[in-house]
């Protein structure tokens, strides 16, 4: 365990509810909660913008130099500035969401965006959520915990969540994005996600919120009460 900083990496597949947890874990314990997702998806959103070639690495290392993230607490709520731009919701459209895996696949952007975590997590206690958090950002993180839902109910959360921000998509354009995400991100050749072998597995099918919560918080207190023995 580190002895000047504690890091919980929660990872897991796309719409499992691993922000939210993240989120409400880091208020309870007050850490530093920082979404790496969202980094990923701020990176897409300026590719789009600028119309970066994909397949031009010149391009592409040449766009990074020139973006900038930062999270801005906010109330509640976490502000993802692109430049001095808030984009927390906008990143989060589908638009956006239908290149973030091809945009995170590409080897240039992750070697940026963990350097950038792993800078993060240096003198904070943090929890950090993505998808490689626990195997290559932190691989020797504090607590790991690898989130996990059936299909059709991370379907339902992500179709709840894009109607109720006015987004005219259908069921089925939800299910096949969210496959085509799992299939990319777990078969990359640069960080694919997988389960880290000392992670603790959530499936939060049918669990609420509060229950999830409790888990975590449940394997944070065991995890610091054997560090201290």
Known sequence: ?????????IDGFSSCGKSTVAKALAKELQFVFIDSGAMYRAVTLYFIRNH???NSEVSIVQALENIHIDFVPNGEKVQILLNDEDVSEEIRLMYVSEFVSEVSAIKAVRQAMVAQQQKLGRSKNIVMDGRDIGTTVFPHADLKIFMTASPNVRAERRFAELTAKGETITMEEVRDNLAHRDYIDSTRQESPLRQAEDAIVLDNSYLSQEEQLKIVIEAYNRRKEKASI
């Open 1 to 9: 365990m580190n002895n000047s900083n504690f890091i919980i990496a």
């Open 52 to 54: 970066v070639d994909l």
